[in-house]
Antibody
Framework: EEQLVESGGGLVQPGGSLRLSCAAS????????MHWVRQAPGKGLVWVAR????????NYADSVKGRFTGSRDTAKNTLYLQMNSLRAEDTAVYYC????????WGQGTLVTVSP | QAVVTQEPSLTVSPGGTVTLTCGSS?????????PYWFQQKPGQAPRTLIY???NKHSWTPARFSGSLLGGKAALTLSGAQPEDEADYYC?????????FGGGTKLTVL
């Protein structure tokens, strides 16, 4: 069964850091580009970052550029999002999402940035 | 950054047909934008209904279809069911960034 499972969310103070993980199973993770997407409470979906199949090309939304870093470990079938200099407006549920015929969604992990 | 526009809300009668659209501030939406459509019900994670304009997943009900229509991406629901009441988001690819639309709240009433 194809699955994406996010982890690493939690409560962090403004200016702090978190690293999110997304463990993939049931499909050939190394073949597909992956996205990070977030959703603030009661709001719509917002694209955060895209990582190509081997992690060599990454695009970021302007709102996170310079603060967030995406990466992937194909040996571990895991996608990462390192989030630094966190702000209150980064508070959201973060999802990893596959692309194309593996455009599965994880269940999300909640990041709360608050004093 | 491009802006992707969707109808904020639509209502369809049970058994009826409705088309949701997805436009781009940069001009016509084409297959090169690789349009996706996602469905999200309250309290749930989104799920992908359509990818790359008109491709369905195994879980996508046959009553949903994707297309390009009048310079926009379109999601057509034919034979609406009560369980189709949800938020629907489109997603377009540009040269680098990706952008979501603001979502359409579909009511089946």
């Amino acid at each position: 069964e194809e699955q994406l499972v996010e982890s690493g969310g939690g409560l962090v103070q403004p200016g702090g850091s978190l690293r999110l993980s997304c463990a993939a199973s049931g499909f050939t993770f190394s073949r597909y580009w992956m996205h990070w997407v977030r959703q603030a409470p009661g709001k719509g979906l917002v694209w955060v970052a895209r990582i190509n199949s081997d992690g060599s090309a990454i695009n970021y939304a302007d709102s996170v550029k310079g603060r967030f870093t995406g990466s992937r470990d194909t040996a571990k079938n895991t996608l990462y999002l390192q989030m630094n200099s966190l702000r209150a407006e980064d508070t959201a549920v973060y999802y990893c999402v596959g692309t194309g015929k593996v455009s599965y969604w994880g269940q999300g992990t909640l990041v709360t940035v608050s004093p | 950054q491009a802006v992707v526009t969707q109808e904020p809300s639509l209502t369809v009668s049970p058994g009826g047909t409705v088309t949701l659209t997805c436009g781009s501030s940069t001009g016509a939406v084409t297959s090169g934008h690789y349009p996706y459509w996602f469905q999200q019900k309250p309290g749930q994670a989104p799920r992908t209904l359509i990818y790359d304009t008109n491709n369905k997943h195994s879980w996508t009900p046959a009553r949903f279809s994707g297309s390009l229509l009048g310079g926009k991406a379109a999601l057509t629901l034919s034979g609406a069911q009560p369980e189709d009441e949800a938020d629907y988001y489109c997603f377009l690819s540009y040269d680098g960034p990706r952008v979501f639309g603001g979502g359409t709240k579909l009511t089946v009433l």
